[in-house]
């Protein structure tokens, strides 16, 4: 596709295009479950898709070092017999290189998270998960080292430097949470992360190191201290309007500081938002609390603050886990609401970080055993059985857009694509929701809540200035189309669906609103779209035959 006129002759709605950089941090980086899950192949046909049709550069995953990926080894194993010790701990690849080998076979990268502590360098072991991961300090932090080191430089022998350069090194994965994903002090993350660090500048200075990963923006002074204290949160809990609290990111601040002190490096800064939180009031009951859906821009703005005020005001940002929630049994990310959801943030929070990683790809996730049914709320744009979900349709759209903006309103953006034409996304998140976010689900009919919610909105555009008799492609998502936990629901919820039913559903699933605009004699494509309420649209270049 191509046009006669030059971008100064281009207009929109009668004025001349914005001009700014259009960020695709929606798919700079997606989120997976766990390294051993890389080796199964619906994960990897998932993923392929999702670098072909999503349009993803790297993925980030737990458990590169759990016990199930076999890397480092201080005994041979046994199998019926008792295992025999080795003389010297040895590390080993071959598992690691197969998930390593099949994402850069896909056309992107690992963006590496190192963790969790092997079993037999583990000061507490199985602390979480199904799939009984160890995170702890380990017993030995030159062991340790001794680790991370042979493993990168496995990496840079088998891979090049040059490509190794261009993965991020993440230490560890959400330590504040005390006892799950970390067992120690904030102090012995600290130190942790101060080791891996200078073990990973020793091996090659460009190589790039970052974190904290913690976990979720907190209003209160639970992380403030060595240990999460649960008795400072009762504030939060009993808080008759949550957004009104002052949010926080959690050792953001205590990290850069501690680098600062000691010359550390700090390539990036790594944290994950979610806009809900988790508080216990003062009879110790755990109650889930959901923020306003601006929430992601506000955290993103004060981090962006936070960074430019500190001593690595240069350092990339990047949300290594975003979702409507933490949870991977939240019927809420089965759903168009959630679709909506997710491409109005990240519309709105393009310009604001260096990558945001949606949590997860996929549905292939055990990190509470796999999933009851075929729609159980996992957080994947995928099912199980390769089912596209509403989001998966979310992300497509997104991936269509240019990477420079010609207009930006609150529904949505029109964008100059690289060969100048158009390409644009539109979205209506009822106004009836006023500032609240779409929360979460205990089941499918909790979900369907947010149905009638409204009216519906009309999206009307004209872009002047391309190529006569251009034909534009335009697929909508609807309650109506593409809904395919709804057509599940109306099957009586079956747990385990038949060869047919999946077809059936994989055709429910991509069954979009579709049609066609042309350009007028005059060089004007006119749009007009009416949109249901949690409709999202896409405006394209028609697809070469």
Known sequence: ????????????????????????????????????????????????????????????????????????????????????????????????????????????????????????????????????????????????????????????????????????????????????????????????????????????????????????????ARYDGESHDRSVESATAEAPDPDVLPWKPVWIRELIDYCAERDLPIDFLSTHLYPTDYAYDTQGVGRPISRNRDATLHDLEALRKIIASSPYPDAELHITEWSTSPSSRDHMHDTVFAATYIARAFLQCQDLADSISYWTFTDVFEEGGGGIGPFHGGFGFVNEQGIHKPTFHAMAMLNRLGRTIALQTEHGVITRTDDDAVAAVFFNYPDSMGTRSVGGATSYADARRHADEGPARRITHTVAGLTPGAVYDVEVLDTDHGNV?????????????????????????????????????????????????????????????
């Not at 030159?142 to 991020?168: D, N, Q, S």
């Not at 790039?208 to 990963?213: E, F, L």
């Open 485 to 545: 936990a709804e057509a599940w629901h109306r099957m009586g919820e079956p747990l385990n669906l038949s060869r047919q039913d999946v077809a059936d559903l994989k055709r429910v699933a991509d069954d979009l609103d579709r049609r066609t605009l042309a350009v007028d004699a005059a060089g004007v494509l006119t749009i007009d779209l009416d949109l249901a309420p949690w409709a999202v649209a896409s405006v394209a270049p028609a697809a070469t035959p």
């Open 1 to 220: 596709m191509s046009v006669d006129a030059s971008p100064s002759t281009l207009l929109i709605d009668g004025r001349a295009p914005a001009g700014q950089a259009l960020r695709h941090v929606w798919n700079e980086c997606l989120g997976a479950g766990r390294a051993n899950e890389a080796l199964r192949v619906d994960w990897q046909e998932h993923f392929r898709e999702a670098v072909q049709v999503l349009g993803a550069r790297y993925v980030r995953f737990h458990g590169v070092f759990h016990d199930d990926m076999f890397v480092y080894r201080a005994s041979n194993g046994g199998g019926f017999g008792p295992a025999t010790p080795l003389p010297q701990p040895v590390h080993t690849f071959a598992y690691v290189d197969k998930v390593f080998d099949a994402i850069l076979d896909a056309g992107a990268r690992p963006f590496v998270e190192l963790g969790f502590m092997p079993r037999e360098l583990a000061t507490q072991t199985e602390t979480l998960f199904w799939w009984k991961a160890h995170c702890s300090p380990p017993t030995d932090m030159g062991a340790w080292v001794r680790l991370v080191t042979a493993t990168v430089e496995h990496w840079v022998e088998r891979y090049g430097i040059e490509e190794v350069r261009r993965w991020p090194f993440e230490v560890w994965n959400e330590p504040n949470l005390v006892p799950h994903f970390w067992t120690g002090t904030r102090t012995e993350y600290f130190e942790l992360y101060e080791a891996t660090a200078r073990a990973i500048k020793a091996i090659d200075p460009g190589l790039k190191v970052g974190g904290p990963s913690s976990s979720v923006f907190v209003p209160d």
